[in-house]
Nanobody, 115 residues
Framework: QVQLVESGGGLVQPGGSLRLSCAAS????????MGWHRQAPGKQRELVAL???????NYADSVKGRFTISGDNAKNTVYLQMNSLKPEDTAVYYC?????????WGQGTQVTVSS
C-alpha cells in the first residue's frame, strides 16, 4: 500500500556531491520519522540519518558535517544532501519510513564514490 520512490544515486568522484530523494505515497496516518540507511559490501546495514516530523535530526558519526537530511511534510518526501563524498560512502542507500502502521523500505539506490 505504501510505496517509497528513491532517486539521486549514481557515480561520483571523491569530494563530489549527490542529493538523494525519497517520496512516500499511499495511505499513511502518521509519520514518526523518515530516514536513510546504507549497506556497503560485506557490512551490515547502518543508519545514516533520520528526521522526525517535527524536524529533529540524527546522524551517524561518520557523516556528520558532510550530510544533511531534510524533509517536506506536505510532499511526504525526505532528502539527503551528501557533500565531500568519500570512497567509504559507497553503498546501497535505503529510504526508511516509520509510521503508526509499521516500517516501510525503499528498494535502494546505489551510490558509488570512485575516481
Amino acid at each position: 500500500q505504501v510505496q517509497l520512490v528513491e532517486s539521486g544515486g549514481g557515480l561520483v568522484q571523491p569530494g563530489g556531491s549527490l542529493r538523494l530523494s525519497c517520496a512516500a505515497s499511499g495511505s499513511i496516518f502518521y509519520i514518526y520519522f523518515m530516514g536513510w540507511h546504507r549497506q556497503a559490501p560485506g557490512k551490515q546495514r547502518e543508519l545514516v540519518a533520520l528526521i522526525t516530523r517535527d524536524g529533529s535530526t540524527n546522524y551517524a558519526d561518520s557523516v556528520k558535517g558532510r550530510f544533511t537530511i531534510s524533509g517536506d511534510n506536505a510532499k511526504n518526501t525526505v532528502y539527503l544532501q551528501m557533500n565531500s563524498l568519500k570512497p567509504e560512502d559507497t553503498a546501497v542507500y535505503y529510504c526508511n519510513l516509520r509510521t503508526n502502521l509499521g516500517d516501510y523500505w525503499g528498494q535502494g539506490t546505489q551510490v558509488t564514490v570512485s575516481s
